[in-house]
């Protein structure tokens, strides 16, 4: 069954980012930092979503630019002596669904508005971390093209406040557009 009619998108807000909190702290296995939320905003970033079902809020998609780096490694920024550095393409930070509305295409429909800012902002590719034991993730991003860059990253989620069984290892996947 097609459900996107009940499907519906909006930017992340002081109003709703509680909710977004709440919808990431009981769909995914780690936590975020304060700061992690508070920033969404402050970026007023299109690139931050949240979805709604029949306007119950059940999912989140959080993304930000890639920047290239400079030889020292670091992220290079817009200044007026280098207004012309494009981003690289598009990191997914987090993307989740309250468990009770997921196989409803949400995510999907997320990911989709997201693919449709890579083309607005002529970016081609779109990049995650996924936990290595996530099936259901990777079986989301495969159904959705991406495929696996780097097997294995060793530790990716070793600082964050977590509950993954001390198995901290992530997949890197991305995103051809
Ligand atoms: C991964 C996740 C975001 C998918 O959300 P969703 O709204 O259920 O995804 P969709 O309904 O758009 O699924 C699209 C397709 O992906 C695949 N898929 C999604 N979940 C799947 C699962 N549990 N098992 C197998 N395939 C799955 C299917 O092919 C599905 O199409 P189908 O339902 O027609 O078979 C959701 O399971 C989730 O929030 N998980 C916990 C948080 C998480 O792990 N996030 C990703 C890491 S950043």
């Not at 930000?64 to 020292?72: E, F, H, N, Q």
């Not at 995510?107 to 081609?124: G, Q, T, V, W």
Request: glycine share 4%; net charge positive.
């Amino acid at each position: 069954m097609d459900y996107s009619r009940w499907i519906s998108l909006d930017e992340f807000t002081v109003n709703n980012l509680g909710v977004v909190k709440k919808i990431n702290e009981v769909s995914m296995p780690i936590a975020f930092k304060e700061s992690f939320y508070s920033a969404s905003v402050e970026q007023n970033n299109d690139l931050n979503q949240i979805a709604y079902f029949k306007e119950i809020p059940v999912g989140v998609i959080k993304c930000r630019l890639i920047m290239p780096t400079k030889s020292d490694g670091s992220a290079a920024t817009k200044n007026k002596s280098s207004s012309k550095i494009l981003p690289k393409g598009i990191y997914i930070d987090s993307l989740c669904v309250l468990e009770k509305y997921r196989r409803l295409g949400i995510a999907s429909k997320l990911l989709e508005y997201i693919r449709d800012k890579c083309s607005e902002y002529f970016l081609h590719e779109i990049v995650c971390h996924v936990w290595v034991d996530n099936k259901e993730a990777m079986q989301f991003y495969e159904k959705n093209g991406f495929k696996v860059k780097n097997a294995l990253v060793k530790d990716y989620y070793k600082s964050y406040t977590n509950d993954l069984n001390n198995q901290t290892d992530a997949i890197y996947l991305s995103l051809t557009i």
